[in-house]
């Protein structure tokens, strides 16, 4: 497959994952506005209903002895088109007056039993069949007479949704062939050189493999420019070269090894470093870029279009019923024989009828008699739904129109209600970025860069004399197949020089590269972040088994379990990988993370959800600390400070996209269904370990790790380091972003989706300042990058306690993330140097695993106590705690600089 074709099936497929996530997303919001909007209309009508019977109540009739009710709830009925039932039931249950006496569209006697019993007036409800608004009529006495009951048949619900779906399904492949065929022109024009360079690499090794000892070599290449391919191609022409030559003298000396007496072994060697990946990232980022975020804004413009014409018929038909109401009161006060130009009281009624149906900017009465209006005209804007049109009913008396009602629709009213899906299209392009970006990179290594590194390190092998090693050719690519011959030059060689003795067959050799782990790396970050945005208000939801704590204390222990199995098993995660090695730690890790989500997702009490989710916490530790270890022992030592990046930069953009799209999916389809989902991203991840990880055991050389994590305490300067920067900066991240943000907004008014954008920041934050303190800050030193970091976010908290609004917040969250950044890698710097320094005796896989172990039991035991202060004192008094530790804790450390200039821990 040419590598145009290989770059455009992978953002092709890219994009439909995109646009096909994000037309769910899409449907999914647009099925709860219009229930609720219908839910709403409903309840318009059980009010008006329950209006007229409890006029008859108010007087001491009985519910049975009204003897107009049928023809009043028809007439009630009639002025919805809608396929609605209308019922008046009694306190059993019973029905008295019904609208249809063929169709029973009542809800169930659990749900009656449910209303009954409820102190509420009223009482909404939901099944695939039915909306229902029920509300209780209240005798003389202030005891329930009866119950109003509006039942809405789903039936044009599903249609309208159907509907919208196939419109959303259209566009999205409409979308998908215009973009993907733009992605083919780009890639046809800007890997137009690099096309003729890849033709070029498997001319020549097709060429060589043609040539036989008596023909001559290939001619060497003619062409300048072979793009990304240039130098390769030059190299890899030199190496043949000198490969052929060196095959043709060996196999002129040496003799064929015997049958029965060869041995063989595979190897794993890390991946070798040259700039092909890089060169294509330079050349191809940019574009994908481009080409993602323009499908996204198209479709979600599409689709804003398509869901406003698909709410235009609730908005014509709300406005109806809404102007039918208004003129039937009016009508009724006029036949009462009250005079129109007497309704002096018409002014206040338009504007408290503004304040209950938002809907509607304008409400007047036109005529000659009396001129009364309320609200404001207004004109659409861009993201305005519907058309601007005034409704106008006749208001008669002795038979002649003497004037007019009219009602006016608000523009920006539905824009509001779909506000959510115009956020999440900015959430979700940057999410869509960051994983295209990944898993990009991971195929284009799998087939395309993984292979041509492999056929250069035999290739210079073989030019050097050295047939000792073959490839093992389980990844079939085009490189691959083009370059077996050099695995069979070695096979039938055997040995790489003629003075061995006894003969044996050549090694087989398999590469490690660090995007092996790319992938399963995000889907742990991403699953483990699902839930931060909703999981202590939703602990908040579930049965109280630990009756003896209740409030903040019960919504902390699952984060609190949390943090104690990470701490439990971090130092176990060396050991186990020594033994199972990298491959095996992954794959047990991930089926046993899947089956705890399963957990999370059937847990009906706190004590479940605590167990399951401290048994997660466990496993995606053992889970990232893998994949770190594994990242590390790939890399060539001039490397580690690219691979650590890339790690954490995976790590984090799994943990952001975790928590802006974990948020969203709680408010949509349920916050329980979103450990499902998790649980399925982590069998998703099991499949890529065990598709892409090398089978043999790997493991490289370390320190001696020592499970007394206390010992390093001796050290002043390490107390101080874990103390005052160290578990801070973890609180900061559990106590405030995971725990506090989360309930301070949701008692607020913010749903999950809001929390989730809120808490996003933080991370993405963190991304972007990470990457850029050290080019900005180069001549600071840690220590005072971390003071610096504990003082930003103290100041951050302090300013969330004062005024605990929701933009407040936000700007806390920010300022946060940015203190983070400072303080967060300073502090691992200033360990590593520890251990070469003054900890050396104990190594650095021990201090930086006893930082990570008291850190976190540090800031469990914080999380706790800042729980029992809100329990007692409030979230304000909880986030001011956080504030003055994270100031104290900054004001010491900068004490302590001063103190040590003369002896600074950075380099």
């Not at 999440?424 to 994983?435: E, P, S, W, Y």
């Amino acid at each position: 497959m040419s590598i145009i074709w290989r770059c455009w099936i992978t953002v092709t497929v890219i994009l439909a994952l995109m646009l096909g996530t994000l037309g769910v997303l899409v449907s999914l919001q647009h099925d709860a506005v219009l229930a609720s909007l219908t839910k709403k209309r409903i309840s318009v009508i059980a009010q008006n209903t329950a209006n007229s019977f409890q006029q008859a109540l108010d007087i001491g009739l009985p519910l049975t002895s009204i003897r107009n009710a049928n023809d009043m709830l028809n007439r009630i009925r009639g002025q919805d088109s809608s396929p609605l039932q209308i019922s008046v039931t009694d306190t059993s249950g019973d029905i008295v007056f019904m609208t249809d006496q063929h169709a029973n569209l009542l809800p169930d006697d659990q749900w009656l039993m449910q209303l009954s019993a409820s102190n509420e007036q009223t009482l909404h409800s939901e099944t695939d069949k039915l909306l229902t608004s029920g509300l209780k009529l209240k005798a003389i006495d202030g005891s329930v007479a009866g119950i109003v009951i509006v039942a809405y048949a789903k039936e044009h619900f599903d249609d309208v949704s159907h509907s919208l779906v196939t419109k959303l399904i259209s566009g999205a492949l409409v979308m998908l062939v215009i973009f993907s065929s733009a992605t083919w022109l780009v890639l046809f024009y800007t890997l137009r050189d690099a096309r003729r360079g890849y033709r070029e690499i498997i001319k020549l090794l097709r060429s060589y493999a043609s040539t036989q000892s008596k023909l001559p070599r290939p001619a060497p290449p003619t062409i300048a420019s072979y793009g990304f391919f240039t130098d390769a191609v030059y190299e890899l022409h030199n190496n043949l070269a000198e490969a052929e030559s060196c095959f043709r003298r060996l196999q002129y000396e040496q003799q064929t090894p015997e049958d029965g007496t060869s041995t063989r072994s595979t190897l794993i060697m890390p991946s070798p470093n040259n700039s092909l990946a890089y060169s294509m990232s330079r050349y191809l980022t940019p574009w994908v870029a481009i080409i993602l975020v323009s499908a996204i804004m198209s479709f979600g413009a599409y689709a804003h279009h398509h869901t406003q014409s698909s709410f235009e018929p609730e908005q014509a038909e709300r406005l109806q019923l809404i102007g039918k109401l208004v003129n039937t009161d009016i009508q009724r006060a006029v036949d009462s024989g009250v005079p129109l130009r007497d309704l002096v009281g018409a002014s206040s009624y338009f504007n408290e009828l503004l304040a209950a149906f938002p809907e509607i900017s304008y409400l007047g009465i036109r005529g000659d008699i009396l001129n009364v209006s309320a609200g404001a005209q207004t004109e659409p804007g861009f993201w305005s739904f519907g058309n601007i049109s005034f409704t106008g009913l006749p208001i008669r008396h002795d038979g002649q129109q003497i004037a007019e009602l009219i009602i006016q629709p608000n523009p920006h009213y539905f824009t509001l209600q779909f506000r959510d899906i115009l956020l999440d299209l900015g959430v979700f392009t940057i999410a869509a970025l960051l994983v295209a970006f990944h898993v990009f990179a991971v195929t284009f290594s799998a087939t395309l860069t993984g292979p041509f590194n492999r056929l250069m390190y035999l290739s210079q092998c073989q030019a050097k004399g050295d047939f000792a090693v073959r490839l093992n050719h389980f990844r079939h690519s085009e490189i691959d197949r083009a370059a077996a011959f050099l695995s069979e030059r070695t096979a039938r060689l055997g040995e790489t020089s003629s003075s061995l003795i006894k003969p044996r067959a050549p090694n087989v050799l398999e590469f490690a590269y660090l995007n092996d782990v790319r992938l399963p790396l995000f889907l742990y970050a991403f699953t483990d972040a699902l839930s931060v945005s909703f999981l202590p208000v939703y602990t908040a939801n579930l049965s109280n088994s630990f009756h003896w704590i209740e409030g903040p204390l019960v919504q902390s222990l699952p984060l609190v379990g949390y943090l104690l199995a990470i701490t439990l098993i971090s130092p176990l995660v060396r050991p186990v990988i020594a033994r199972m090695g990298h491959r095996r730690t992954l794959l047990w890790s991930s089926l046993l993370c899947s089956l705890f989500y399963a957990g999370l997702w059937n847990a009906d009490t706190t004590v479940e959800l605590t167990l399951y989710r401290s048994l997660t916490g466990a496993g995606f530790a053992l889970s990232t600390l893998a994949c770190q270890d594994y990242t590390l022992d790939v890399s060539q030592p001039a490397q580690r400070s690219r691979a650590l990046a890339l790690f954490t930069s995976t790590l984090f953009s799994g943990v952001f996209t975790g928590v802006a799209v974990g948020g969203i999916l709680a408010d949509r389809i349920g916050a329980s269904n979103v450990f499902a989902i998790g649980a399925a991203m982590v069998l998703l991840a099991w499949a890529l370990v065990f598709l892409m990880l090398p089978r043999q055991h790997h493991r490289a050389s370390m320190h001696p790790f020592s499970l007394k994590i206390w010992r390093p305490l001796s050290n002043r300067q390490y107390r101080l380091l874990v103390l005052g920067a160290a578990i801070p900066s973890n609180a900061l991240t559990q106590c405030f972003i995971a725990f506090l943000l989360a309930l301070q907004l949701h008692s607020i008014g913010a749903s999950a989706a809001d929390i989730a954008r809120v808490m996003m920041l933080y991370y993405l934050i963190i991304m972007i300042a990470s990457a850029l303190a050290p080019r900005l800050l180069p001549e600071i030193s840690n220590w005072t990058k971390a003071t610096l970091g504990l003082l930003i976010s103290a100041f951050a908290l302090g300013m969330a306690s004062v005024s605990p609004t929701y933009w407040t917040l936000l700007l806390a969250v920010i300022v946060a993330g940015l203190g983070q950044a400072l303080l967060r890698d300073p502090t691992i710097a200033t360990a590593l140097q520890l251990s070469d320094s003054q900890l050396k005796a104990f190594g650095s896989d021990t201090i930086l695993s006893s930082l990570r172990a008291i850190e976190r039991i540090g800031s469990a035991l914080a999380l706790l106590v800042i729980a029992f202060m809100v329990q007692h004192y409030g979230y304000n008094t909880g986030i001011a705690v956080l504030s003055v530790w994270l100031a104290l804790a900054g004001t010491v450390c900068a004490i302590w600089q001063r103190q040590c200039v003369s002896q600074p821990l950075n380099d």
